[in-house]
């Protein structure tokens, strides 16, 4: 016998093996520092979340608070570290329910395929060729503003993408050999979908996860920022640009300041799915630029 | 001096994602004439098509020529410019790839295509290249050279569009034609066709060439000189003649000795006694959507023997495996497993049914859940069948390892881990693991080298000794059927056109089509294309091409015999023989084919 004996690197799960790059360094901790501020806020914060501290409005930064005041005279340090909270768990909310429909509906009709698939995939495509603000300007509109339905709302809009995403991973996957012979022993659906197809998707399903999360965030804030989201005196990223615009022509900085967060947010998220991404095809592009 | 190509110390390196340079080719040195086919042959991963592509001064993504000259017309092409090096390839050297399916643009039309390269060097105007490309079409033997530009890939077969391949290299005139592996893709039948087509256009121009191919038998026809490769080093050089009869090497004897001989020469397995079938398929049709696919097929396979399915790619051999397995539904006919009738659809089918019955796919590399250890891999049907758990499942695990000679030590590693020999191993324990009656054996050795093949057709020898398992053995390789197999059955288009003992399949009177089939099988003699491509049978067979569901004779439209009036009208139903031998053909039993 002489079988070849060129051995690839073992592959444990989708994380094994991978080595950051100085992008994925830096934006993970970034990503890392926000998930603190969020878990330890209430400690680390100097004040409360709706708490007035000063009778200027919009007081410079270093005057009144480390960053200045907003237009109540609130600490805009402390509101924001209160609305790192509001954003990244209701983002995280948003997306874990978007996944939930669309992965399930996703796999089912690539499984089941004929007229579940059909009617599904028209629906959806239904719901992708309405503007999504629209959508859910309508939505919030007819049913009022709670964060139930500010939730449910985006999650639904969001699971468009992710049921055409996991349409296509069903489809791809369900073709091939393994599962053809998994079929051939005679499993059923539940052992395919969840043993030989769900764990070879896992991928690009983290992958798409970060970048529907980075989508919540933006669409979170756009609608918080028209007034539909988050409610005062909560505090939360997009809200607080709204709240503070205002104070942009007075020369405060009140409103760049959450843009400013909610951007480094988002692209660390980014920078983070990139490197996810190009690590599992082996090599990163800046690696490939260096070779 | 007239060397048009002349490769010096050449070396080149490849890099695995993520890893450093290793080398791939290491220090190999060749050259070539004018008007001389050059072979390199080798196992896969010995490095010829990289060798081949280094020749144009390329080298794939990932890889890099790290040292070596390689003189082309006398320049040495690695000291030019990307730009400079970018206009010689289309004009003084051009490539035939593997896969001509695959190397086509299906959005645009052949004719546009075979003369892009020319048109884009500026070597004339659409209109002339049209006329010198019909030229080309004429001398390649291409049906309808005239119109045939104005076709789209699709349109064409797969032989056929190997040849717009090779007259697509060939529109510019090129003085070097590297062709690899360009007839490994094809069908026996098909390939003949091909091969005398270049061998034809390279002597009629005294174009240069390199032919890459791992197939000694094929080699033997084309090439002037072979050179032999091993893990990127140069084994042996030497004339056709002295390499086929005389190898220096014992690399090269190796690889000789693991050449098959002719189907009609093997020792045949004595067919055992007649048992009862573990598989009857009873007048089976089947297909996909509007396409039928298998029209009326019976076949049987009795307990621990093998039967052998040959025939062509499309001729429904593996949609049978499928219909068997229950993967496929069929449209009529019915499937006895162990004298139980079995549902059509897998679903229907209660487990001990499933268990008697396994299939093994031909691709091992995607036939086996990446994401699961083999131990999961072959625990699952240990579990799901006899309900093995825990530290018994373990056991057997390393028990069906050691019988499909694989250290147990392989039970925590992922497929990924493993060489494409030993995941085929892998994949005929899992069948095992079920303890079934027969095993369904879709093309289970086609894509492995011909070393690690010849291991695993042992295998499958000893495990049916051992445990008295039956194997459909589907294949396109008539030597391995003629060699392994007790019964063979001949498909063609979807219908049974022969069926017996092997010794008497493949021994006289013959169907017409078995007849094409065997002769078609490339001897290791030089001289033989010659021989059989002029034949009668070769030229009506390249006539025509395959037509699934014809009424009549599927074969009517490619053979010599056929009886006009009575073949392509009335379909000839199987008749018996002498010697459990059937054959579906009108001709008279005296008439067949008998050499």
Redesign the interface.
């Known amino acids: ?13 989708v994380f094994a093996g991978l ?1 950051l790059t100085w992008t994925a360094t830096i934006a993970g901790s970034v990503l890392l520092f926000w998930l603190v501020l969020a878990l330890f806020g209430p400690w680390i914060a100097p004040h409360g979340e709706a708490e007035i501290i000063s009778g200027t409005t919009f007081a410079p930064v270093g005057e009144g608070g480390l960053l200045g005041t907003d237009k109540l005279g609130r600490d805009v340090f402390s509101r924001l570290i209160y609305g790192v909270r509001t954003t990244l768990l209701l983002a995280l909310i948003t997306t874990v329910i978007s996944f939930a429909f669309g992965v399930t509906l996703g796999f089912a009709a690539a499984n089941l395929k004929g007229w579940f698939d059909i009617v599904v995939s028209r629906i959806v495509e239904a719901f992708m060729a309405f503007p999504s603000t629209l959508l859910a300007l309508v939505v919030i509109g007819a049913f009022g503003t709670s964060i139930t339905v500010l939730v449910l709302t985006v999650g639904l809009v969001l699971s468009t993408s992710v049921f055409r995403v996991s349409r296509a991973l069903g489809y791809d996957i369900g073709v ?3 599962v ?2 998994a ?5 059923g659906t539940w052992w395919i979908l969840t ?2 197809i769900l ?2 998707s ?1 991928a690009p399903l983290i992958a798409e996860f970060g970048l529907r999360f980075t989508f919540s965030i933006l669409f979170l804030s756009g609608l918080s920022f028209l007034g539909l989201g988050v409610q005062e005196p909560a505090a939360d990223w997009g809200l607080m640009v709204q709240e503070n615009v205002g104070g942009l022509f007075l020369g405060s900085s009140a409103a760049l300041i959450p843009a400013a967060c909610i951007a480094s947010l988002t692209v660390s998220m980014n920078l983070l799915v990139d490197w996810f991404q190009q690590r599992q ?3 990163t592009v800046l ?1 490939k630029i260096d ?1 | 001096m007239n060397d048009i190509l002349t490769i010096k110390n050449l070396r080149v390196e490849g ?4 890893g450093s340079y290793v080398p791939i080719v290491k220090g190999v040195s060749l050259n070539v004439a004018k008007g001389e086919v050059l072979a390199l042959i080798g196992e ?2 010995s490095g010829k098509s990289t060798i081949s592509l280094a020749s144009m001064g390329f080298a794939r993504p990932g890889c890099r020529i790290a040292g070596g000259e390689i003189w082309l017309n006398g320049r040495d092409i690695m000291k030019l410019s990307p730009h400079e090096r970018h206009a010689l390839r289309g004009d003084e050297v051009s490539y035939v790839a593997q896969s001509a399916a695959a190397s086509f643009n299906p959005a645009l039309r052949i004719g546009k295509q075979v003369i892009e390269a020319p048109l884009w060097h500026g070597a004339g105007d659409a209109a002339t290249l049209t006329a010198t490309a019909v030229d080309l079409y004429r001398k390649l033997d291409l049906p309808n050279p005239d119109t045939v530009g104005d076709k789209f890939p699709h349109q064409v077969s797969g032989g056929q569009l190997q040849r717009l391949m090779a007259a697509m290299a060939m529109s510019c005139g090129p003085d070097l034609l590297i062709l690899d592996e360009p007839t490994t893709a094809l069908d026996v039948t098909t390939q003949i066709e091909v091969l005398k087509a270049f061998k034809d256009i390279i002597r009629d121009q005294g174009t240069a060439a390199i032919y890459v191919t791992h197939d000694l038998a094929v080699v033997a026809q084309v090439a002037d000189r072979i050179l032999v490769l091993k893990n990127g080093e140069m084994v042996e050089e030497g004339p056709t003649a002295q390499i086929l009869n005389d190898p220096k090497h014992e690399y090269t004897r190796s690889l000789m000795d693991a050449v098959r001989p002719a189907p009609h020469l093997v020792d045949h397995v004595d067919g055992s006694a007649a048992q009862a079938p573990v598989i009857s398929a009873r007048n089976i049709t089947a297909g996909y959507g509007a396409l039928t696919i298998l029209s009326d097929v019976s076949v049987d396979v009795p307990a621990a023997s093998v039967v052998g399915v040959i025939g062509e790619s499309g001729c429904g051999k593996s949609t049978l495996a499928r219909v068997v ?3 496929t539904p069929l449209r009529e006919g019915e499937i006895k497993l162990d004298g139980k009738v079995a549902a059509p659809g ?2 229907d ?1 209660p ?1 001990d049914t ?1 268990k008697d019955c ?2 093994v ?3 091992a590399d ?7 250890r083999i131990g999961d891999i072959l625990g ?2 240990l579990e ?1 069948y006899q309900g093995l758990k825990g530290r018994a499942r373990l056991d057997k695990v390393g028990e069906l390892l050691e019988l499909v ?1 694989l250290p147990r030590s392989f039970a925590s ?2 497929p ?7 995941k085929q191993r892998i994949n005929l324990a ?1 069948a095992l693991a ?1 303890d079934p009656k027969v095993i369904l054996c879709d093309e289970v050795t086609s894509a492995l ?1 011909t ?2 093949a010849a ?1 695993v057709i042992e295998l499958l020898k000893s495990l049916k000794d051992k445990l008295g398992v039956a194997y459909m053995f589907i294949s396109h390789d008539l030597s391995t059927v003629a060699s392994f197999a007790d019964e063979v059955v001949v498909l063609y288009a979807g219908r049974v056109v022969e069926k017996g003992p092997s010794k008497a399949v493949f021994s006289p009177p013959f169907h017409p089509y078995t007849k094409l089939l065997l002769s078609s099988v490339p001897e290791m003699r030089q001289g033989w294309l010659e021989g059989v491509a002029d034949t009668g049978e070769a030229k009506a067979a390249s006539a025509g091409s395959v037509i699934i569901g014809a009424k009549g004779c599927p074969f009517a439209n490619r053979c010599t015999h056929v009886i006009a009036g009575t073949c392509d009208r009335v379909t000839p139903p199987l008749r018996d023989l002498p010697g459990e031998l059937s054959v579906a053909c009108h001709l008279d039993t005296d008439a067949l084919p008998s050499t």
């Open positions: 016998m002489s079988d070849a004996t060129e051995i690839a690197k073992p592959r444990a799960s080595r091939m050999d393994f053809e012979a079929r051939a022993r005679g499993e043993r030989e764990p070879n896992m095809q082996g090599e690696e070779q | 890099r695995p994602p993520g896969s991963g397995a229950g993967l897998v679903k089918r487990r499933l396994q299939i796919f031909q691709m995607t036939a086996l859940n990446p994401r699961q699952r049907p799901f000679d590693r992922f990924g881990e493993l060489s494409g020999g030993q899992r079920a080298d070393v690690v291991g």
